[in-house]
């Protein structure tokens, strides 16, 4: 079983900060791409960033030059430092990850999600 399990959410006010913890646990024989996204009220899930096993990484425009991902491969935790936050960054965030259970077989995996509210 893998399971993913995430930290951080929370009332920030516009311009704050926030920063997003996902690990992954279970068994792991290898983690490949790892990412966030966030679902708004009445909107579908969106991709806002996802990192390679080797640090590459993939912002959507909205959030490109405020929100950072990063990861601990040691520790099988992905990142998503958050600033300059907007109301319309407003949405629940979920990470997923591609988990390789053996050299030939991987699934995605998500978290349970957790709520960010940017409001004054």
């Known amino acids: 079983q893998v399971q993913l399990v995430e930290s951080g959410g929370g009332l920030v006010q516009p311009g704050g900060s926030l920063r997003l913890s996902c690990t992954t646990s279970?068994?792991?024989?290898?983690?490949?791409?790892m990412g966030w996204y966030h679902q708004a009220p009445g909107k579908e899930r969106e991709l806002v960033a996802s990192?390679?096993?080797?640090?590459?990484?993939n912002y959507a425009p909205s959030v490109k030059g405020r929100f950072t991902i990063s990861r601990d491969n040691a520790e099988n935790t992905v990142y998503l430092h958050m600033n300059s936050l907007k109301p319309e960054d407003t949405a629940v965030y979920y990470c997923?990850?591609?988990?390789?259970?053996?050299?030939?077989?991987?699934?995605?995996?998500w978290g349970q999600g957790t709520q960010v509210t940017v409001s004054s």
């Open positions: 997923n990850a591609v988990v390789f259970t053996s050299t030939s077989s991987s699934v995605t995996y």
């Open positions: 990192i390679s096993i080797s640090g590459g990484t």
């Open positions: 279970g068994s792991i024989f290898s983690i490949s791409r």
